[in-house]
């Protein structure tokens, strides 16, 4: 299967990747506030209110306040929703019903190509969202130069993993509504329960284990520790973690998504 | 290997005379799961013919198409187009067809000017040559005036005559329309007969699918009729009008029982649809005025065969939904 989609991907997917950049340019003034917003949002709500009762928690062995325990996980649950939102909803939206997968079929570019844009183009969400989050963040002191730049190819790196598990999710799903139930199962439990708000540790000894599965918890991991300035030859686990997920998850993306509509 | 071809297909692009043959249909067939929805067809388009496929809803017009433009792969038989394999060389092929599919599925998220140019680049279209072909297409389609305009605003006619000059972006040898005027009203309707034959009279090969009658005989040069999958006829559309009609029909309303029992003593050729009895004969002027003489005073007139005759005579009149 592998052989079959790298055969039928040339550098083309740029060009899907274009299109959804000339609709994002559009609308960029829109898209940028949630990613600018947020943030702040988190920082009074969490740091200020209820920083106060948490005080400072454990991580590495090192006490930290809990306003810098927690925005490295913002970074890293909006590099998920970026990518999995792009690649679920909005992906859907255009295969569905306004048929722009169809009529890019219709030119020289393969469904495997249109595919690998759109992925590589949830995964530019997240890069986008983690660039200016980052800087908001920046400003109050939270992020430890210059291992903090490494969040930025991160962002690219879980964008990929998330867009492709959506992207499958897409190319399964009879209709709309029904992306409600991945969200529930999937999303939302990794948003609580990945080591975003609290310590895994704190977790049963069976949901620690749990959790370990999700790829949210070796992200959370992986951009708090760069944002603390920490790298650590552990973290190769959760990056080999994420690149596994990417290998498993994109090709079975366009397998499905081959089958749903090549017909 | 690709590169190979790409060589191949330039050649082939000088020496276009000798590529007689655009499309070659072998022994098609498309099934799905029990369904055979193409069963077997065998056609050949000519270089810079207009070649139509005629047929009632789920004849495997669409589905023959969509295996032409490498949509849907097909089940079994060998096609080629440009003298190039469809399994092989769908890439290089795909890159001289333009393709008009049945739905509009026009970018609703880009402008009319940008629909065009964004589509350019699906095609490697340089930049600035793509904006270039994308103005001169909207005016050959008489949409100059609206290239920033959302399309969401334009009316049914307008977004196919813009999904027409997507199709014509790179330039294609090969045009392929499915459908392309249902749901227009008849001023529309005109306005896309004029473009395509404006197109076609500068040598291009168009292959089209319709089941308008009256758009058939006015634009194609050959075409076959279908159903059920299969090809029953193939020719042009006086040729086929003469040969299973004749040149005119007799078209009696309320037909009186005398009257029946005269068709029915002369062994004539006709149909009976309730209340309105059609006459194919070789001899329909002298016929007529038999008929109309002694049968029936008014209801009954003496018209031109049309491709409507040869369609409903072959497709039969049972509703297909």
């Known amino acids: 299967m592998m052989e079959r989609i790298s055969q039928r991907i040339s550098r083309r997917f740029i060009r899907v990747w274009q299109r959804n950049l000339t609709v994002y340019r559009k609308t960029w003034k829109i898209s940028f506030l949630p990613p600018l917003l947020e943030p702040l949002f988190y920082i009074l709500a969490f740091g200020v209110g209820l920083g106060v009762l948490v005080g400072e928690i454990l991580f590495d062995s090192t006490k930290v306040s809990y306003v810098s325990f927690i925005a490295p996980a913002l970074i890293a649950i909006n590099i998920m929703y970026n990518a999995f939102f792009e690649n679920t909803y909005v992906s859907f939206v255009r295969m569905y019903y306004q048929k722009t997968f169809d009529a890019i079929m219709a030119t020289p570019l393969s469904l495997e190509e249109i595919i690998t844009g759109e992925i590589i183009w949830g995964a530019t969400k997240s890069v986008i969202a983690t660039l200016i989050m980052l800087g908001v963040i920046s400003l109050f002191g939270l992020i430890t130069y210059p291992q903090g730049l490494l969040i930025i190819p991160l962002a690219f790196l879980g964008g990929i993993a998330f867009g492709s598990i959506g992207m499958f999710f897409t190319g399964i799903v009879p209709t709309i509504e029904i992306f409600n139930l991945p969200i529930f199962l999937f999303i939302t439990p990794m948003f609580l329960f990945s080591g975003t708000f609290f310590p895994v540790e704190n977790l049963p000894f069976w949901a620690q284990k749990l959790s370990i599965l999700f790829p949210l918890t070796h992200l959370v991991n992986l951009t708090r520790s760069f944002s603390f300035g920490i790298i650590d030859t552990k973290l190769l686990w959760d990056v080999a973690y994420l690149f596994v997920f990417c290998l498993i998850f994109f090709p079975l993306a366009i397998f499905v998504m081959h089958r749903r509509l090549i017909k | ?321």
Request: charged content about 25%.
């Open chain 2, 1 to 321: 290997m690709l590169k190979r071809k790409g060589v191949l297909l330039q050649s082939s692009h000088l020496e276009k005379k000798q590529m007689e043959h655009i499309i070659e249909a072998e022994g098609l067939r498309k099934t799905f799961g029990d369904l055979v929805a193409v069963d077997d067809i065998s056609f050949k388009v000519l270089r810079g013919e207009c070649f139509g496929i005629l047929g009632p809803n789920g004849a495997g017009k669409t589905s023959t198409i969509r295996m032409i433009y490498g949509f849907s792969p097909m089940t079994s038989g060998s096609l080629k187009v440009f003298g190039l394999d469809i399994s092989k060389g769908l890439r290089q092929i795909k890159s001289h067809i333009g393709v008009c599919q049945q739905e509009n599925n026009l970018d609703p998220d880009l402008s009319v000017l940008q629909n065009l140019e964004v589509y350019a680049h699906y095609f490697n279209i340089p930049r600035k040559a793509a904006e270039k072909r994308a103005k001169e297409l909207l005016a050959f389609m008489s949409l100059g005036h609206r290239e920033k305009a959302k399309v969401t605003e334009l009316s049914g006619g307008m977004m196919r005559r813009l999904v027409l000059a997507r199709s014509l972006i790179n330039n294609p040898d090969l045009l392929i329309l499915d459908e392309p005027t249902t749901g227009l009203d008849p001023q529309s309707r005109h306005q896309v007969w004029e473009r395509l034959e404006g197109l076609r009279s500068k040598g291009l090969t168009i292959l089209l699918t319709t089941h308008y009658m009256d758009e058939a005989s006015r634009l194609c040069d050959r075409l076959v009729i279908m159903d059920h999958g299969r090809i029953l006829v193939m020719g042009e559309p006086f040729e086929l009008i003469r040969k299973h009609i004749g040149r005119n029909v007799i078209e009696v309303n309320a037909p009186s029982k005398e009257l029946q029992a005269f068709i029915q003593s002369q062994k004539l050729e006709y149909e009976d649809i309730g209340h309105r009895l059609i006459i194919y004969s070789e001899d329909s002027d002298n016929l007529f005025h038999k008929i109309s003489d002694s049968y029936c005073k008014d209801g009954c007139i003496l018209r031109m065969a049309t491709l409507e005759d040869v369609f409903l005579k072959l497709t039969g009149r049972d509703l297909r939904e």
